[in-house]
């Protein structure tokens, strides 16, 4: 399903907070990623960014409009449907990488599949490690790991379920330069040679470049998009943005 709607996402309203104490962090917000496409989502602190990334991956829900998922409208799915469906059919990847410090770069990738019901194969756990660039890190603890090779383990751990989407959240946050860069291609790899849909926020125009599309947001509202990013552009973009604040 290139270039059509992986997600779409419509109308969606998301308050945080009651009475005199609400945030609007996304305001009647519509948008479809396309499958097969790499898009970056980027703006200003606090305009909704990572709201945005949890709704779309049913890990929250919305209070008003629809998530649709290939199909599936996420609203109208029970939590323990929507869990299925996030064990099943998503990928999520975050800044602080979230890996069981007690467990190999083998044992976490394993995880999920377990927690899915699944009896992880060796052979299927093994070729996500290899594929991130693994191979010789199998045995090895998060604490025996460098930042960047941790976060690919948890980007091995978030596609061994073959997820429709992955979502990241600022997965090159946490990292130096060179580590985001080698992320970077990775996710850029994944897209190009496997068709993996991918959506990611960040705040480093660097990042953002790598992506088909960047999306802008402002208060909790879509503030514009920008094809074929640089580094150059979406950091004007950004700066604007941020001076409108
Ligand atoms: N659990 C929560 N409880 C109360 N307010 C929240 C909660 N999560 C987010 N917010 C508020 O909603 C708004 C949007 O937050 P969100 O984290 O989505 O923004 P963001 O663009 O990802 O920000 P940042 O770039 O700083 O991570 C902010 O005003 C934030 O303070």
């Known amino acids: 399903m290139d270039n059509e709607a992986m997600v779409t996402v419509s109308r969606v309203g998301k308050t945080y907070g009651r009475?005199?104490?609400k945030v609007a962090a996304l305001d009647d917000v519509s948008v479809?990623?396309?499958?097969g496409r790499f898009t970056a989502v980027?703006?200003?602190?606090?305009?909704g960014k990572s709201t945005l990334l949890q709704c779309a991956a049913g890990i929250d829900r919305v209070d008003s409009g629809e998530v649709e998922l290939a199909g599936t409208f996420l609203n109208k799915l029970s939590e323990s449907a929507l869990t299925k469906l996030r064990r099943d059919r998503i990928g999520f990847v975050f800044q602080a990488f979230n890996l069981v410090p007690s467990l190999t770069a083998r044992q976490n990738v394993a995880l999920p599949l377990m927690l899915a019901g699944r009896r992880p194969k060796r052979r299927d756990v093994d070729a996500a490690l290899d594929r991130l660039g693994l191979a010789d890190r199998r045995r090895h603890r998060p604490g025996e790991m460098s930042g960047g090779q941790q976060q690919r383990?948890?980007?091995?751990?978030a596609l061994v379920t073959r997820p429709q989407v992955l979502f990241a959240d600022e997965p090159t946050g946490a990292l130096d330069s060179r580590s985001s860069r080698q992320v970077m291609d990775l996710l850029r790899e994944l897209v190009d040679q496997q068709r993996q849909t991918i959506v990611m926020v960040t705040h480093d125009p660097v990042a953002a470049s790598f992506a088909d599309e960047v999306l802008f947001l402002a208060d909790g509202r879509i503030a514009g998009s920008l094809e074929a990013p640089t580094p150059e552009l979406v950091a004007a973009r950004i700066t604007k943005l941020e001076e409108q604040q």
Do not use: E
């Open 19 to 21: 009475r005199d104490n």
């Open 32 to 35: 479809r990623f396309p499958g």
């Open 42 to 47: 980027m703006g200003p602190s606090g305009s």
């Open 153 to 157: 383990v948890a980007i091995a751990r």
